[in-house]
């Protein structure tokens, strides 16, 4: 535990020292979901600026009339709407992975990285970071869909029980054992997005591979440090939405914003703490130590004597 608390509180250092990368990255997320939104919202004022209904999704949410809307011809294809918006989300985790390096480099460095370098470890790591993201994609894709389709083959068996709580108890346990396994598939990614960066590894199977052994010979303190951080997580989350359902009246738009945004923001410190606590660990047992090269010491040859001059004959 004493060595958890080392990763969550150096994690949390870097995170602390770097809190403009957290903003900047909120930033870019808002300005990509503006335009990720925009075709919707065109669609939906055209419709609700001339109809009374719309007073039933200002002042609380009917979701009859969102339907109702959704089936009118005027508002169009939901194509219309929802491809603008996949097309953002895609060119998001492109920004993720151009941005993410310079990231790593900043929290393993000991002083206020200039943007010079920033960008040098963003551009040198772009085509890395594409490949990592593609194989986990793969891999976090494949083992998700293999244990939901367990889990409901599970679920469906214990429905033919006579207890009436056994589905709903088994369905719990499998949402648990599948948040820890891609927990598990998160933190291999991350040490091995580390590797990549802070070795200057071109060869991203190396990273994936070295990635994967660390994982499972620190999974206790890696796993441990990942889930008090979701936990952290899930109670930014539940405390925003607390706030919301409290304290934003329904028709006040200005509060909403600052509430929903301000909860958004938040919910970024534990991405980046987690990946704080990736780089601890690489610099921690990841690292190979640089070993200081000692000069030899040089024995002085000795200089050959010198041949016996005799003496001068007396009177020659």
């Given at each position: 535990?004493a060595?958890?608390?080392?990763?969550?509180?150096?994690?949390?250092?870097?995170?602390?020292?770097n809190?403009?990368?957290?903003?900047w990255?909120?930033?870019?997320?808002?300005?990509l979901?503006?335009?990720?939104?925009?075709?919707?919202?065109?669609?939906?004022?055209?419709?609700?600026?001339?109809?009374?209904?719309?007073?039933?999704?200002?002042?609380?949410?009917?979701?009859?009339?969102?339907?109702?809307?959704?089936?009118?011809?005027?508002?169009?294809?939901?194509?219309?709407?929802?491809?603008?918006?996949?097309?953002?989300?895609?060119?998001?985790?492109?920004?993720?992975?151009?941005?993410?390096?310079?990231?790593?480099?900043?929290?393993?460095?000991?002083?206020?990285?200039?943007?010079?370098?920033?960008?040098?470890?963003?551009?040198?790591?772009?085509?890395?970071?594409?490949?990592?993201?593609?194989?986990?994609?793969?891999?976090?894709?494949?083992?998700?869909?293999?244990?939901?389709?367990?889990?409901?083959?599970?679920?469906?068996?214990?429905?033919?029980?006579?207890?009436?709580?056994?589905?709903?108890?088994?369905?719990?346990?499998?949402?648990?054992?599948?948040?820890?396994?891609?927990?598990?598939?998160?933190?291999?990614?991350?040490?091995?997005?580390?590797?990549?960066?802070?070795?200057?590894?071109?060869?991203?199977?190396?990273?994936?591979?070295?990635?994967?052994?660390?994982?499972?010979?620190?999974?206790?303190?890696?796993?441990?440090?990942?889930?008090?951080?979701?936990?952290?997580?899930?109670i930014?989350?539940?405390?925003?939405?607390?706030?919301?359902?409290?304290?934003?009246?329904?028709?006040?738009?200005?509060?909403?914003?600052?509430?929903?945004?301000?909860?958004?923001?938040?919910?970024?410190?534990?991405?980046?703490?987690?990946?704080?606590?990736?780089?601890?660990?690489?610099?921690?047992?990841?690292?190979?130590?640089?070993?200081?090269l000692?000069?030899?010491?040089?024995?002085?040859?000795?200089?050959?004597?010198?041949?016996?001059?005799?003496?001068?004959?007396?009177?020659?």
């Open positions: 535990m060595e958890n608390r080392g990763l969550l509180s150096t994690g949390l250092g870097m995170v602390g020292r809190k403009r990368y957290i903003l990255f909120y930033l870019l997320n808002l300005t979901a503006e335009f990720g939104v925009a075709a919707f919202r065109n669609q939906a004022h055209a419709i609700l600026d001339h109809s009374l209904e719309s007073s039933r999704l200002v002042h609380s949410f009917d979701l009859s009339v969102l339907i109702e809307m959704f089936a009118r011809p005027e508002f169009g294809p939901t194509m219309a709407s929802t491809m603008p918006a996949l097309y953002f989300v895609t060119l998001f985790f492109v920004a993720a992975a151009l941005f993410l390096p310079g990231v790593f480099q900043g929290y393993a460095s000991t002083y206020r990285l200039p943007r010079e370098d920033f960008f040098r470890a963003c551009g040198r790591n772009l085509w890395r970071f594409i490949r990592l993201m593609i194989v986990a994609g793969i891999v976090m894709g494949i083992l998700a869909g293999a244990l939901f389709s367990i889990q409901g083959a599970l679920v469906k068996k214990a429905g033919d029980s006579t207890n009436e709580l056994l589905g709903f108890e088994v369905q719990m346990a499998c949402l648990a054992v599948i948040f820890v396994v891609m927990t598990t598939l998160r933190i291999w990614f991350d040490l091995a997005e580390a590797d990549v960066v802070l070795s200057d590894q071109r060869a991203v199977r190396k990273s994936i591979g070295a990635g994967f052994r660390h994982t499972f010979r620190g999974l206790g303190r890696l796993l441990g440090s990942y889930l008090v951080i979701a936990i952290v997580g899930a930014v989350l539940v405390g925003g939405l607390w706030v919301w359902m409290r304290f934003v009246p329904p028709d006040n738009l200005l509060r909403a914003f600052v509430v929903s945004q301000l909860t958004l923001l938040l919910l970024l410190i534990p991405r980046f703490w987690q990946r704080g606590v990736a780089v601890a660990y690489y610099q921690r047992k990841m690292l190979v130590p640089v070993v200081a000692q000069p030899v010491p040089v024995e002085p040859v000795p200089s050959p004597a010198s041949p016996a001059v005799p003496p001068p004959v007396p009177g020659s």
